[in-house]
């Protein structure tokens, strides 16, 4: 009668546990696709910003972010196969998933501080180059692109002030067609706006788009940085579930 007790015992802490793992397992499957969403909505809505950067660190974390939830969604379904099928052997592909899973998260949310850290010294060294020299130039469409939005979104001109366009290659050619700042300036954008640089016509008092691009991208790393993180902690409690299950399992029959 003793055994029988113990048994049943063990059998209701067992179904606890499955149930607990399911319902972890249906929240991961959910923030996986979270993880992917932000990380594809970083490279595809801000892909044109990547572009003003000379280090690959911030695409980077978004790769991770695409990679690691791609993963958690498939490893969300195998976990619920694995806890209502019972099976040992799937458990232990499970946990060693969630692992993996969480090193890389862990991973993106790393990065995402390192970049934090060293992106105002990289803006500054190659922001006013990468405007300067490369807007309007030949197989450089990407940045010429990437330059009007930032300046037509933030409402800015040039790095520092509107002043840096002086040194612009562009703005030196017959190509510039008499203007003194791209028309993206503009505070109305019309054709050839850019010859007139008053501040009433441009983005000139308003400041140079450092700051503002800095500011972005600090927002959108601490995004990165904070799902990252906080989806690894959760998957912490995921593996010790996982653990207890596989235990349970472990002293009952096949």
Request: neutral net charge.
């Amino acid at each position: 009668m003793g055994n029988s007790y113990d048994e049943k015992k063990e059998t209701c802490g067992t179904v606890c546990l499955k149930y607990l793992l399911f319902t972890f397992n249906f929240l991961f499957w959910v923030a996986g696709g979270v993880v992917m969403a932000v990380g594809i909505w970083t490279l595809v809505e801000k892909s044109d910003y990547i572009s003003l950067l000379s280090s690959a660190t911030y695409a980077a974390s978004a790769y991770i972010l695409i990679l690691a939830g791609a993963i958690v969604m498939v490893t969300g379904v195998l976990g619920c196969c694995a806890t209502f099928k019972e099976q040992r052997r799937l458990l232990r592909v499970y946990f060693v998933l969630l692992l993996c899973i969480f090193l890389l998260e862990i991973l993106a949310g790393v990065l995402a501080y390192i970049y934090y850290q060293q992106l105002n010294e990289e803006l500054k060294q190659n922001l006013q180059e990468t405007m300067v020299q490369k807007y309007r130039q030949p197989e450089q469409e990407h940045v010429t692109k990437a330059v009007d939005k930032l300046q037509h979104e933030f409402k800015c001109c040039g790095s520092n002030s509107s002043s840096d366009w002086g040194e612009s290659v562009w703005i030196r050619t017959s190509e510039a067609d008499g203007r003194l700042v791209p028309d993206s300036c503009c505070k109305t954008q019309t054709l050839n706006c850019g010859r007139r640089d008053h501040p009433s016509n441009i983005y000139k008092v308003e400041g140079g788009c450092i700051t503002k691009l800095e500011n972005f991208i600090l927002d959108h790393l601490k995004i990165i940085g904070a799902v990252g993180v906080g989806i690894a902690c959760v998957q912490i409690v995921g593996m010790v579930f996982t653990c207890c299950l596989y235990r349970s399992l472990k002293a009952e029959p096949y």
